[in-house]
């Protein structure tokens, strides 16, 4: 399965503030996921990502809030902006390979002071 | 009612039961349910996946999909102390990315 480096691993951020969160995968990916893992809930699609368009949202996320970048198959950012203390939250990327399902990075714990 | 349920726990066992994880759904377009295993401070590990009903095995692991109840299963035999970790079902439409996710249980195996 593909391997997956997420960082940063965690951060302390200030309300206001924004967050990027990088992906890089080890190989090429044509969709790659972004999701959020709040405490006690199950995971939650923000967003897909596709190289050379804009990302595709779920109901209840908005680009201005969580823009997204894909500039190539095996990278992906995404920013958590204009945080409140409402973000923290565990932020993960993902792959789907053929036969292997989603793949995982290892999140972002996000803690909003 | 939420798409997918999952108890979360938390779920305690002696070394050596046997342990048994469920979810149930609500959409019957599911076709593809999958488990994952996430330890803590660590991203999501697909454990097992299955399409449609059925039961498939994998050393210590078995999945079971009953389609017609809208339930599905992840046994644990012999269970381990590495086992102890979150347990996630996940489910999707056939050709869909969207999986659903369950709330994860919280599995302890006690030495």
């Known amino acids: 399965s593909a391997v997956i480096s997420q960082k940063p691993s965690r951060d302390i951020c200030q309300r206001g503030t924004s967050l990027t969160i990088q992906c890089q995968v080890d190989s090429q990916v044509t969709m790659m996921f972004w999701y959020r893992q709040q405490p006690g809930q199950s995971l939650t699609l923000i967003a897909t990502a596709n190289q050379g368009s804009e990302a595709t949202y779920e109901s209840g996320f908005v680009i201005d809030k969580f823009p997204i970048s894909r500039p190539n198959l095996t990278f992906s950012t995404l920013t958590v902006s204009n945080m409140s203390p409402e973000d923290s939250s565990i932020y993960l990327c993902?792959?789907?390979?053929?036969?292997?399902?989603?793949?995982f990075g290892s999140g972002t714990r996000l803690t909003v002071v | 009612q939420k798409e997918v349920e999952q108890d979360p726990g938390p779920l305690s066992v002696p070394e050596g039961a046997i342990v048994s994880l469920n979810c149930t759904y609500s959409?019957?377009?599911?076709?593809?349910f999958m488990w994952y295993r996430q330890y803590s401070r660590k991203g999501p590990e697909l454990l097992m996946y299955?399409?449609?009903?059925g039961n498939k095995e994998d050393g210590r692991f078995t999945a079971q999909v009953d389609k017609s109840s809208k339930y599905i299963s992840l046994f644990i035999r012999d269970s381990q102390p590495s086992d102890s970790a979150t347990y996630l079902c996940a489910m999707s439409e056939w050709n869909n990315n969207d999986m659903r996710f369950g709330a994860g249980t919280r599995l302890t195996v006690k030495p």
């Open positions: 959409n019957s377009a599911f076709q593809y």
């Open positions: 993902s792959v789907e390979r053929a036969n292997y399902g989603y793949t």
């Open positions: 299955t399409y449609s009903s």
